[in-house]
């Protein structure tokens, strides 16, 4: 069983950044690809961006795109969300999540979750 820790959540202003890290630990994957989601009170859960760590494929929501930036720490297993030029509309929870093989938007496609963590943007 994977366990998948989201940090680096915070209260910030609109044009400023953050870093969002999502550390796995608990099993080895040998295909593992990383999502990253987020959720708004009242609103579906979203896709954000999604990395694949065999080749460095990721996938990105037009609404983030050229915005922010999803990397990979391979000796650590750990995922970065890089979101720059925040808007208040981001303000949101933000999950990571992980499946194997496939870059999927689909958050059903994912197995195993973070407990989230909190990006609020004012502005």
């Known amino acids: 069983q994977a366990q998948l820790v989201e940090s680096g959540g915070g209260l910030v202003q609109a044009g400023d950044s953050v870093s969002l890290s999502c550390a796995a630990s608990?099993?080895?994957?040998?295909?593992?690809?990383m999502g990253w989601f987020r959720q708004a009170p009242g609103k579906e859960r979203e896709f954000v961006a999604a990395?694949?760590?065999?080749?460095?494929?990721?996938n990105y929501a037009n609404s983030v795109k050229g915005r922010f930036t999803i990397s990979r720490d391979d000796a650590k297993v750990t995922g970065n969300l890089q979101t720059n030029s925040l808007k208040p509309e981001d303000t949101a929870v933000y999950y990571c999540a992980a499946r194997e093989y496939y870059v999927s938007t689909d958050p059903r496609d994912y197995f195993y979750w973070g407990q989230g963590t909190q990006v609020t943007v004012s502005s």
């Open positions: 608990g099993r080895t994957f040998s295909r593992l690809v």
């Open positions: 990395i694949r760590w065999s080749d460095g494929r990721t």
